[in-house]
């Protein structure tokens, strides 16, 4: 599991330099916004698990609570069953919300999980796609600079060859006359 530590050690990795590579700026940006959105959805979870224990605390207390005045009211058995039921009915309200309340905190959280997730492939798919336009076009102007380049081998050896042909031929003062 993931955590502040590793977050860290995460945040502060350096990878190798190349020349093909892409932008070190842009990945750390990248990066540094992937971190951000993580040291703040463990925030949360750290959080919200903080609230968990904090009800399964009240839930503990709620069900002391509950023997003790089983314990109080055995003298009055009449009443003590009444107290009994009306205590087990409050403290399963109390444990049935405190468990929805939880619930729903864990699905909201997981919800947002999924968003942040979402945001980072769209961000990490257009990336990729911006990347891929990038090789086409540099494969496209390779591929241009190529056939000119022979275009211009082409031209030279034409060129040598007239020249030399200028040199088997009859001198100019045999051309003038």
């Known amino acids: 599991m993931i955590d502040h530590t590793r977050l860290s050690e995460l945040r502060t990795h350096e990878f190798s330099k190349s020349l093909r590579g892409y932008s070190p700026q842009e990945v750390d940006d990248f ?29 503990e207390s709620l069900r002391k609570r509950e ?5 109080t009211l055995v003298a009055a058995q009449s009443a003590a069953e009444e107290w009994k039921a009306v205590a087990r009915r409050e403290a399963d309200q109390i444990i049935r919300e405190a468990r929805s309340e939880a619930e729903e905190r864990i699905r909201k959280a997981e919800e947002e999980v999924e968003v ?21 076009d540099l494969s496209l102007t390779l591929s241009r600079l190529r056939g000119e380049l ?18 088997k031929g009859p001198g100019i003062e045999e051309r003038l006359h």
Do not use: C, N
């Open 31 to 59: 990066l540094h916004t992937l971190f951000d959105e993580i040291s703040e959805i463990l925030d949360k979870t750290a959080a919200l698990t903080a609230q968990v224990e904090d009800l399964e605390g009240e839930k």
């Open 67 to 71: 023997e003790s005045l089983g314990s």
């Open 116 to 136: 942040i997730l979402q945001a980072a492939r769209e961000r990490a798919g257009a990336f990729e796609e911006g990347r891929g336009r990038l090789r086409q």
């Open 150 to 167: 022979d275009a211009l081998y082409e031209a030279m050896d034409r060129w040598e060859k007239g020249v030399s042909d200028l040199g």
